[in-house]
Nanobody
């Protein structure tokens, strides 16, 4: 299995910004879709945003207008720019690829990166 690597988490005050990175080997050359998820303490993991190699993006309603997903094809890296952060954005953030081709369809969950937003 191929594991993505998340980074960029940290502690920030409400209203602040944080940029997360996800290194996803094979993302660009194999037309993967990359999803960001998050899991708050005591809650189920939830989908946050997606991006395809064609640049199509999707966002969960609560982050629309605040989060921006983007990609660097040359680095096989996907970013999640998070602005106007709220305490309810506090969670462990994970990224994962999907698609019809390897390695898109053979990814496993990484260790995630923690984001803590204080009020």
């Amino acid at each position: 299995q191929v594991q993505q690597v998340e980074s960029g988490g940290g502690s920030v005050q409400a209203g602040g910004s944080q940029r997360l990175s996800c290194t996803a080997p094979g993302f660009t050359s194999n037309s993967c879709v990359l999803d960001w998820y998050r899991q708050a303490a005591g809650k189920q993991r939830e989908w946050v945003s997606s991006i395809s190699t064609d640049g199509l993006t999707l966002y969960e309603d609560s982050v629309k207008g605040r989060f921006t997903i983007s990609k660097d094809k040359a680095k096989d890296t996907i970013y999640l720019q998070m602005d106007s952060l709220k305490p309810e954005d506090t969670a462990m953030y994970f990224c994962k690829t999907r698609g019809s081709r390897w390695p898109c369809n053979n990814s496993s969950w990484g260790q995630g990166t923690r984001v803590t937003v204080s009020s």
